[in-house]
């Protein structure tokens, strides 16, 4: 499933508004206003002969969201991006791991969930992330597990808990944003949340929480009781 075009996608930098260009945001906000998708666009600098930056730019967010640590060749695989550009974003991305202490970081509280997910919340559909968790309630790993609409025939417990097992998490969170910005959980939510919660107590991994989000907060179920 494909993210939603939007002005990003259909206009070249060029065309946007210098307020929405994302060097000028950068420039006037700070690399911390932009979302994932603005600041792969400015590693990406241009499109190709065939495909706009954001389109492209789009295709590389959907890699990085299934697999944080890509070889230079599935990069180089997405249509646009050629061997030096998936070169020079393998290095950013490597930079970017060797200067980051997200990973074994303590988790406490839902906020603590929050301050590791909250970029995903700009995205136009619903990322559905897990948040691996060894016994010290350590992070191991955050990944979408799948895009679209939550239900129970998106969300299948191998695409949960694969990774968690071969990470021998002893833990995960469950976390997805609503792009509407509304927060409170819809009943497939729930129903979800319950069969995901029968799998990992099968396979000796808690469910601690599920978080619906939105770049406004947070819902947690855990805090409501539905835990």
Same mark, same amino acid.
């Given at each position: 499933?494909?993210? &939603?075009?939007?002005?990003?996608?259909?206009?070249?930098?060029? &065309?946007?508004?210098?307020? =929405?260009?994302?060097?000028?945001?950068?420039?006037?906000?700070?690399?911390?206003?932009?979302? +994932?998708?603005?600041?792969?666009?400015? #590693?990406?600098?241009?499109?190709?002969?065939?495909?706009?930056?954001?389109?492209?730019?789009? =295709?590389?967010?959907?890699?990085? =969201?299934? @697999?944080? &640590?890509?070889?230079?060749? %599935?990069?180089?695989?997405? +249509? $646009?991006? !050629?061997?030096?550009?998936?070169?020079?974003?393998?290095?950013?991305? %490597?930079? $970017?791991?060797?200067?980051?202490?997200?990973?074994?970081?303590?988790?406490?509280?839902?906020?603590?969930?929050?301050?590791?997910?909250?970029?995903?919340?700009?995205?136009?559909?619903?990322?559905?992330?897990?948040?691996?968790?060894? $016994?010290?309630?350590?992070?191991? @790993?955050?990944?979408?597990?799948?895009?679209?609409?939550?239900?129970?025939?998106?969300?299948?417990? *191998? %695409?949960?808990?694969?990774?968690?097992?071969?990470? *021998?998490?002893?833990?995960?969170? #469950?976390?997805? @944003?609503?792009?509407?910005?509304? #927060?409170?959980?819809?009943?497939?939510?729930?129903?979800?949340?319950?069969? #995901?919660?029968?799998?990992?107590?099968?396979?000796?991994?808690?469910?601690? =929480?599920?978080?619906?989000?939105?770049?406004?907060?947070?819902?947690?179920?855990? &805090?409501? !009781?539905?835990?």
């Amino acid at each position: 499933m494909r993210y &939603e075009k939007n002005i990003h996608t259909t206009l070249s930098i060029a &065309e946007l508004p210098p307020q =929405d260009r994302p060097r000028e945001k950068l420039e006037n906000k700070g690399a911390v206003a932009l979302s +994932d998708l603005e600041l792969l666009m400015i #590693l990406l600098s241009s499109g190709s002969g065939k495909r706009r930056v954001g389109e492209i730019a789009i =295709d590389l967010l959907a890699l990085l =969201d299934r @697999n944080s &640590e890509p070889a230079v060749s %599935e990069i180089a695989r997405i +249509d $646009g991006i !050629g061997q030096a550009k998936a070169s020079v974003i393998s290095a950013a991305l %490597e930079l $970017g791991r060797r200067r980051t202490v997200r990973n074994g970081s303590t988790i406490s509280t839902p906020n603590d969930i929050f301050m590791e997910i909250r970029h995903f919340a700009s995205r136009q559909q619903e990322q559905f992330i897990v948040v691996a968790l060894n $016994g010290a309630h350590e992070v191991l @790993n955050v990944f979408s597990a799948t895009t679209g609409l939550v239900n129970r025939t998106l969300i299948h417990p *191998r %695409e949960v808990f694969a990774d968690p097992i071969s990470r *021998r998490a002893t833990a995960v969170i #469950l976390a997805h @944003n609503h792009p509407s910005g509304v #927060l409170d959980p819809s009943a497939e939510d729930i129903s979800t949340t319950t069969r #995901l919660v029968e799998s990992g107590e099968l396979l000796g991994i808690r469910v601690l =929480d599920h978080l619906v989000f939105s770049q406004k907060g947070f819902f947690s179920f855990k &805090e409501h !009781g539905l835990m």
